[in-house]
């Protein structure tokens, strides 16, 4: 049932009709053009690889390609837009030397896919147009022309292939026109939607792209996973070797030192054990924030938002705490926020300069989304040791993704986006 876009049936036919035509006829003259581009492109893409199997050709080929690929990117939103559907794109990443860019372009299944989209596309579409482009004119042509019989004599014109001689010939052609019309509201539509559908049937990821990508993905997750738990795993080895290791070194020593002196003189030996009895604590507080640092006790205690309350309080600069709906997530994924927060706080108190900060944390679809922003200087760079890169990798890790906008002069603005599971 068609309705408008308040919900109300529309009162008439003829506005639904109508938008149907501009649409219908908007999408078919652009078609012309792109179709008239893609058999261009199909002949030049063709010259070029009969050029390199020679050698001649094999420079240009990923420039080639690319140059399809944004023509087939302007076809896939076209028929997106006109079918109301989503259509992705599914391009294999072009990025290294040229031959490492070679064996990307011709290794992409949707390569051959855009290469049989031109040919059918560079048919479809300029009979598509052309069509769009002729029945309205024949339509006008055979409405108007007993007028042009009258007022132009001479020579009988005709119409589909008819002489008009007189006037019950001439007064005929207004029903060829209202045949031209028929014609061209049956046909038109269906063929504007058949080239749709076959752009999207051919331009669309299938399921073994699909596969591939979804692949693809796990690998790099696989591998932020790995190099995130050994970089854990470094940081709690040099945590316990030069903090707590030491500590204990401390203790041993001061044990050594009163076992030493009790053997000479026992009677005023309190301080020395005053002394080991503090290393041994320090080394217990370092042993316990070590631990901390794997899991956060705090997160148990008062959950995700009571945490990041608590790192907002203690934070050098004022930050504002905003939640909406935040869920209890899987200890990993909670951790994970944890340790990202702080890490982008300790980046606003040191690095960007900031007045204020403020954290928003909101449950969206099954998915954590954390926003840290500032005021600051901007300029943040990942890669310059700012802890950035250790927070993306910790996030991909868990199929995350992080986004990082920091111009010269600010603000900063950190997102993190965390799937919480089913």
Known sequence: MISTEDGRRPTSWWPVTAASIRSTMRYLFVGLGTGLLAL??????????????????????????AGVRRLAGTERRRASAFLDTPLPDHYRSVEGGYAARLRSVLGDPATGRDLAWLAI??????????????????????????LWWWAVPGSPPSV??????????????????????????????????????????????????????????????????LEAHAAELRRLERDLHDGTQNRLVAVVMQLGILERALESA???????????????????????????????????????????????????????????????????????AYFSIAEALTNVAKHSGARQAVVR??????????????????????HGGSGLAGIRRRVAALEGRTELLSPPGGPTALRVELPCGS
Not at 123 to 132: D, M, N, R
Not at 165 to 193: C, E, N, Q
Not at 362 to 382: K, M, N, Q, S, Y
């Open 121 to 146: 596309h560079g048919l479809t579409g300029t009979v598509g147009g052309y069509l769009a482009l002729g029945l309205p004119l024949a339509a006008l042509n055979a409405a108007t022309m007993p």
């Open 40 to 65: 261009f492109a199909l002949i030049g893409l063709l010259l070029v690889g009969a050029l390199s199997l020679i050698g001649i050709g094999l420079p240009a080929l990923p420039a080639a390609v």
């Open 361 to 382: 944390l909101t449950g969206r679809d099954r998915t954590l989304v954390i926003e840290v922003t500032d005021d600051g200087r901007g300029g943040a760079d990942e």
């Open 266 to 336: 026992p009677e005023n030996q309190r301080g020395l054990a005053s002394r080991a009895q503090d290393a041994a604590n320090d080394a217990l507080t370092h042993m316990r924030q070590v631990v901390r640092a794997i899991y956060p006790p705090i997160l148990d205690e008062r959950g995700l938002d009571g945490a990041v309350a608590a790192l907002a309080a203690h934070c050098p600069i004022p930050c504002v705490l905003e939640t909406t709906d935040v869920p209890r997530a899987p200890a990993a994924v909670e951790a994970a």
């Open 160 to 225: 589909i292939g008819l002489p008009v001689d007189s006037w019950p010939a001439a007064l005929t052609t207004p029903f060829v026109a209202v045949g031209y019309a028929a014609l061209g509201l049956v046909v038109l539509p269906r063929l504007a939607r058949l080239d749709a559908r076959i752009s999207r049937a051919l331009l669309r990821p299938t399921d073994r792209m699909r596969l591939s990508e979804r692949v693809t993905e796990l690998t790099a997750m696989r591998a932020a996973a």
